[in-house]
Structure formats: structure tokens, C-alpha cells
């Protein structure tokens, strides 16, 4: 155990939890970590599932079984971010011990370690060719990694203050990120310059996420709203109100015509974007709700908490 979970972590103690009515939708419940899950992240053909935990650890999931099929060592404290890259070869994860890690997908092996950020790496992110790994960290710093040899390639330098989130253009030209600024920064990957800065009017911003068209991002935070930004324009078109505490996590539905979001006050939001309706509200999870990721086929929400775990929800 690391020395800020062992300063912070409670993995030792049996967590007793109120029981609730779970929502019909509900599919399964993958139980495995032994703390707080803080990611979730499917793979780019549905089968499988990664997720990273406040216990130190990745583990990957098989979808259809519900069961692990390996866990991932090696993070120091803490893991605060996952992702799984387009070609399903690749996993990603980053930690409040500084750094991301870049691993095997098929046999659980570590390839590389970056090392480069001062202080906790809040997101990490693949480009969609599979190539580069992007994080941003609390040392206001976005750094872009060779998925071949681990070494850092570019830095991406504006923010005054923390960044939690930065995601991928579908079509990679773009990062986006957000944090404890009320802006979200657009920077273009190839000259690394920061191209556009957009208000977002939040205290603090948790996640965002490109549409599938790339001419739309969600984004959420601390106001418990999830909002659209026009991403050419920096307009605000949407406000999604309903979540009762700080929103955590939002994705797009693979069709782009929803949006889902999990938030602070333990549940897991269904919107329609045309509309501005939610179309469904997901309970069972009994604590907050870190993370939130939708399947390739538009059919399952995966959702990852701190009651230790993580559940698969139908999108009827």
C-alpha cells in the first residue's frame, strides 16, 4: 500500500452499506475492488471492461460474465483514471503517484511508466489512432506520451490552475480540457498551441467529452449541471438540470443523440440532447457515482463508484 493510502485508505475495514431498490434496468454488478472505483472505460468491441480503483489497482472486466479476468499492479497510491485505446490492445492509467502507466491489454503487463508530472494525473486519454496517451494533472500541465516507448512528446502549457479532465477529438485534432479555471481550453495537437478558450461559468469542471461529430461537448462539474457546448462556437446550447450534488462524469451515447452523467448524489442520468429531457434515472449505487462509460453499441451504461462497484445498466 502506498503511503497516501495508507494515510487515507480504509481497505481494511468491511464497508456496511444501506441496501436500496435497484432500478430495473439493471444488469449486473461487477465486484472485485476493495475501494473506491474511480474509472470505468469499455473496450472499442464491447467485450470488455477497465476500470481503476482507489485500492491501487486496474482490473479488466469481461463484459458478459461479469468477471475479472486480471488485475494490474504497480501504481504507488491510488488509481484516479483509465482508458482503453481504439485498438484494444492498450490500457492506460493514471495515478496521484504522478504518473501513467501504459499497459498490455491482453496480458496484464506494464510497458512503460512516464514519468514527467509534479503531482497527481487526474486524466489520461488515447489518441484515436491508437499512438499517443494525453494526461493532464494537477501541476496544470498536459503532457502527450509515446504508446511505443513511454517518452514524453510535447507539453501543452495555459492553464493557470488544476486541470481534471482533457479528452480526444474523434477525429484527434483537438484536445479539450477543463478544471478549476471556468474555462474549458481547445488546443490543436499538431502545433500544441492552445486555439480557443470557452466560459463555462462553473466553479469547478469534473469531465467533458467530445460527440461522436465532434461538433458538440458535454461538459459538468461541481454546479450538479451538465451542460452542451457548441465546440466551434463556445455557446452553450444545453442545460441539463436534475442531479441534486456535483455531476463526476458524462459521455455521449454512441449515436450522439443522448448524453449520460454520474454524479455525487449516487445515481446515473439518462438525457435526451434534442429534447433537453432526462429520459431515465438509474439508482443502486449507495455512495457517489465516480465514472461513467456507455457501450460501442449504444445498449449498456457501465458506472463505477464508491461503494466498490461497479454496475451495468440497460438503455431501453
Known amino acids: ?3 497516501l493510502s495508507k494515510i487515507f485508505g480504509k481497505k481494511e475495514v468491511e464497508l456496511k452499506l444501506p441496501k ?6 439493471l444488469i449486473k454488478t461487477m465486484e472485485g475492488h476493495l475501494d473506491r472505483v474511480l474509472g470505468v472505460k469499455f473496450s472499442a468491441d464491447g467485450k470488455k471492461l477497465v476500470s481503476g ?3 491501487e489497482t ?6 458478459a460474465s461479469g468477471q475479472s479476468l486480471f488485475t494490474m499492479k504497480g501504481h504507488e497510491t491510488w488509481v484516479e483514471c483509465i482508458d482503453f485505446s481504439r485498438n484494444g ?3 492506460a492509467s493514471g495515478s496521484t503517484d504522478s504518473t501513467v502507466r501504459i499497459w498490455d491489454a491482453e496480458t496484464g503487463k506494464c510497458l512503460h511508466v ?4 509534479d503531482t497527481a494525473v487526474r486524466m489520461v486519454a488515447f489518441s484515436p489512432d491508437s499512438k499517443v496517451v494525453a494526461s493532464c494533472s494537477r501541476d496544470t500541465t498536459i503532457r502527450r506520451w509515446s504508446v511505443e516507448t513511454g517518452e514524453e512528446l510535447s507539453r501543452l502549457l495555459g492553464h493557470k490552475s488544476y486541470i481534471e479532465c482533457l479528452a480526444y477529438s474523434h477525429n484527434g485534432k483537438t484536445i479539450a480540457s477543463c478544471g478549476e479555471e471556468p474555462v474549458i481550453k481547445i488546443w490543436d495537437v499538431e502545433s500544441g498551441k492552445n486555439s480557443a478558450n470557452y466560459r463555462t461559468n462553473d466553479r469547478l469542471s469534473h469531465a467533458l467529452a467530445f460527440s461522436p461529430d465532434d461538433r458538440f461537448i458535454a461538459f459538468c462539474g461541481r454546479d450538479a449541471m451538465v451542460k452542451i457546448l457548441d465546440a466551434a462556437s463556445g455557446e452553450i446550447t444545453r442545460v441539463f438540470e436534475g442531479h441534486q450534488d ?8 454512441p449515436d450522439g443523440s443522448r448524453v449520460v452523467s454520474a454524479a455525487n448524489d449516487e445515481t446515473v442520468r439518462l438525457w435526451d440532447i434534442e429534447s433537453g429531457k ?3 434515472l438509474y439508482r443502486g449505487h449507495v455512495l457517489e457515482v465516480q465514472s461513467v462509460d456507455v457501450s460501442p453499441d449504444g445498449k449498456i451504461i457501465a458506472s463505477g463508484s464508491d461503494d466498490r462497484k461497479i454496475k451495468l445498466w440497460a438503455i431501453r
Open 89 to 91: 490492445k492498450l490500457l
Open 246 to 253: 456535483a455531476v463526476r462524469s458524462v459521455c455521449f451515447t
Open 114 to 117: 512516464c514519468k514527467g508530472h
Open 278 to 280: 432526462q429520459l431515465h
Open 1 to 3: 500500500m502506498g503511503f
Open 20 to 25: 436500496v431498490i435497484e432500478d430495473v434496468n
Open 58 to 63: 486496474v482490473m479488466l472486466w469481461d463484459v
Open 53 to 55: 480503483s482507489f485500492d
